[in-house]
C-alpha cells in the first residue's frame, strides 16, 4: 500500500487504493502466489505469481508461463536493486517449476516501469485493452535468461 501511496502522491497513481484492500486482493491473487521481500520485520517489497491470467493472457495454454503481478517496493527500500532482485528469484521459481515463459504487464504509461522491465531482459510482445486498462505485455524465455 504504501508504494501504492507514494505513487499517488507524486501524480502516477498505478492502483486504485479500492483494488488493494485485503478482501479485493484476496479475490485476484491466492495466498499462495504472493511472495514478500523483508527486512528485520518489515515488508520491503512483494509481487504475486501465478499460474494462469487469463484476462491479459487469455491466449496462452495451461503451463505457458508464470504470471507477474503486483511488483512493488517499499519508498524506503526503492533505489537499492531490489525490484531486480525480485525478478530473479520469479525467473528462478518460474524455471524451477519447468515453465519457459516469464510474463506480466504494465500500464503503456509507465516509462519507468517498462525501461526496468526491459533492461532486465523483458520482451514487448504486444499491447491489449483490458477493461480501462491499456497494458503493454512482456515476456521473458527463462529457459535462456542467463539469470
Partial sequence: MASAEAL???GQPLWPAQSLTPE???RYYPDSGW???WQGDQAVGAYVLLEQDPPFWPDDAPGTARYLHKLAVHPAAQGGGLARRLL???VQETRRAGVPYLRLDTAS???KLRALYENFGFQNVGERQVGAYHVVLYSLNVMDSGL
Avoid: I, P
Fill in 35 to 37: 511472495r514478500v521481500a
Fill in 8 to 10: 499517488a502522491a507524486r
Fill in 109 to 111: 504509461d509507465r516509462a
Fill in 88 to 90: 530473479a528469484e520469479a
Fill in 24 to 26: 479485493r486482493l484476496a
